[in-house]
């Protein structure tokens, strides 16, 4: 048979995954620290009277539902507590402004076609002179 101790701490999980809080989200809500929130649940610290009393506070139903265990406690847990979609956060009151449209590109122009190269001189020809100089024999 479980603990009052490790019944609760399963109750808390499991009420936790139901709802989609964080520890820190739940430590705020019942005064403490996400570091003490952390030890109470992995067994390092105990759950106080006190801290009982919040957590159920906190998720809308009587101490002793939430003492009763994870399955008792989710039954109890009331329907505007559990979120339809994704993590429950708080939603930004102003969106961010868009992101500047892509640069425009520029199309690009024609380019010519470059002229061949010279021909290397003619060893024949003499660019100098009108005279043409004739391959020995």
């Known amino acids: 048979m479980m603990s009052t101790e ?3 701490r399963l109750t808390v999980a499991a009420l936790m ?3 989609r809080e964080r ?3 739940v430590a705020a809500a019942i005064g403490l620290t996400q570091p ?3 030890r109470r649940q992995n067994g390092k610290a105990g759950w106080t009277l006190t801290d009982c009393d919040r957590l159920a ?3 809308g139903m009587p101490t002793l539902d939430l003492l009763a ?5 989710a039954e109890r847990l009331p329907a505007d507590r559990r979120p339809t979609t994704g993590i429950q956060t708080t939603a930004p009151t102003q969106l961010p402004p868009a992101a500047p449209p892509p640069p425009t590109t520029q199309p690009r122009l024609p380019t010519r076609p470059h002229p061949p190269p010279a021909a290397p001189p003619r060893p024949d020809h003499c660019p100098t002179s009108s005279a043409t100089v004739s391959p020995p024999p």
């Open 6 to 8: 490790e019944t609760l």
């Open 17 to 19: 995954q139901l709802t």
């Open 23 to 25: 520890q820190p989200d």
């Open 36 to 38: 003490q929130l952390s």
């Open 57 to 59: 506070a906190h998720w």
């Open 69 to 73: 265990g994870p399955t008792h406690a």
